[in-house]
Each structure stands twice: as C-alpha cells, then as structure tokens.
C-alpha cells in the first residue's frame, strides 16, 4: 500500500500559526520594553 500523501494543512490554521507567533514576539518585545524602562517584569505589581 502506497501512504506517502503529503498532509495539506488548511490556509486558516496556516496563517492563525503566524498570527500567533507574531502576537507571542511583540508580547516579550513589549515584556522587555517594560523591564527596560521600569526594571519590573510587571509593572506596578510590586
């Protein structure tokens, strides 16, 4: 038996994948941001 199909991945999860992974870097690009600036990972939390 022949399986050696390559699987299509759909076009929607294929650019939520990006989108996900572009919100994921300025997310940390925005963390350093403030640790830079107030020396607080989290700014007025203690």
Known sequence: MN???T???EKE???AE???GRF???GF???VGA???TGQII???I
Do not use: E, R, S
């Open 13 to 15: 999860k294929l650019v």
């Open 3 to 5: 399986n050696t199909k």
């Open 43 to 45: 700014p007025g939390f």
């Open 35 to 37: 640790y830079l600036t």
């Open 18 to 20: 990006k989108l996900n």
């Open 7 to 9: 699987k299509l991945v």
């Open 24 to 26: 994921a870097m300025m």
């Open 29 to 31: 690009l925005a963390l």
